[in-house]
């Protein structure tokens, strides 16, 4: 939701989680299958569904299946793979 709140909860559809990064306005997560979802402002296309949509609940990063990690920027977000390489 959009609800501003003062302590942590829980993302709604995000489980076995294993890295997380936050963004100016969008936030993602890496999971134990590789596979990178993301919520939040989309203008730039940083939640990279491959749409430029704000969503409030999680979307799966496109093309993307073995990541181990996750770092977004204000208008950006970058995947770490288990190749050693990095997409953006």
Same mark, same amino acid.
């Given at each position: 939701?959009?609800?501003?709140?003062? =302590?942590?909860?829980? +993302?709604?559809?995000?489980?076995? @989680?294993?890295?997380? @990064? @936050?963004? @100016?306005? !969008?936030?993602? $997560? *890496?999971? $134990?299958?590789?596979?990178?979802?993301?919520?939040?402002?989309?203008?730039?296309?940083?939640?990279?569904?491959?749409?430029? $949509?704000?969503?409030?609940?999680? =979307?799966?990063? *496109?093309?993307?299946?073995? $990541?181990?990690? +996750? *770092?977004?920027?204000?208008? !950006?977000?970058?995947?770490?793979?288990?190749?050693?390489? +990095?997409?953006?």
């Amino acid at each position: 939701g959009t609800t501003d709140r003062t =302590v942590p909860i829980a +993302v709604a559809d995000i489980e076995n @989680a294993i890295a997380a @990064a @936050a963004g @100016a306005s !969008h936030s993602c $997560a *890496v999971l $134990a299958s590789g596979a990178i979802k993301c919520w939040g402002l989309n203008s730039s296309g940083q939640l990279g569904n491959g749409a430029t $949509a704000d969503s409030t609940s999680s =979307v799966t990063a *496109v093309g993307i299946t073995n $990541a181990i990690a +996750v *770092v977004a920027g204000s208008s !950006h977000t970058c995947a770490y793979l288990r190749t050693g390489s +990095v997409q953006c």
